[in-house]
């Protein structure tokens, strides 16, 4: 756990060092494009180790009080990073540049959710299907071997039936 927020806050740090060496002698966004990635992902790194940790069960230090203040101070620098970068990018390229660029990727991100809840519905329902059509098989099966059976039995046990002497 203290790994994934490790990486994550170095990853968040890393990636503000570079967009600040780079935000004035890039011409497009698409120069440190990489960058605000990675500083997208060392947020979510921190955020995801840190909500991990509060819904542990086991026993450790991860109710320490350096445990829980470096979460939290981890948080908050990224959020501040975060909110370092967003200035620097309007800066540099327009006021709303960073808004849209969160507002894009909060739409992709919402897509891709939609597009696997979309793919585990038709997975359940194909799922749902294939064992009706195996019921549907298995009772067809069943009733033809029971029909079968009693053909059996009417044509083996009981026989043709015996005239009666006359």
């Given at each position: ?54 819904g542990a069960t086991g026993l450790g ?54 597009a696997a809840k979309k ?48």
């Amino acid at each position: 756990m203290i790994a994934e927020v490790m990486t994550g806050i170095a990853l968040v740090k890393q990636s503000v060092d570079f967009i600040k060496s780079q935000i004035d002698t890039c011409k497009d966004i698409g120069d440190i494009a990489g960058s605000i990635d990675g500083l997208f992902q060392g947020q979510e790194q921190v955020n995801k180790a840190r909500n991990k940790k509060s819904g542990a069960t086991g026993l450790g230090d991860q109710f320490g009080v350096d445990t829980v203040a470096k979460e939290m101070l981890d948080a908050k620098i990224a959020a501040e990073k975060l909110q370092e970068i967003s200035t620097l990018v309007d800066l540099r390229f327009g006021p709303g540049t960073w808004a849209g660029i969160v507002a894009e990727r909060a739409k992709r991100i919402q897509e891709v959710k939609e597009a696997a809840k979309k793919a585990r519905i038709a997975k359940m329902k194909a799922d749902k299907e294939f064992w009706e059509l195996i019921q549907m098989i298995m009772i067809i099966c069943g009733t033809a071997a029971i029909a079968i059976g009693a053909f059996i039995y009417i044509l083996f046990f009981n026989g043709p039936a015996e005239l009666p002497p006359s």
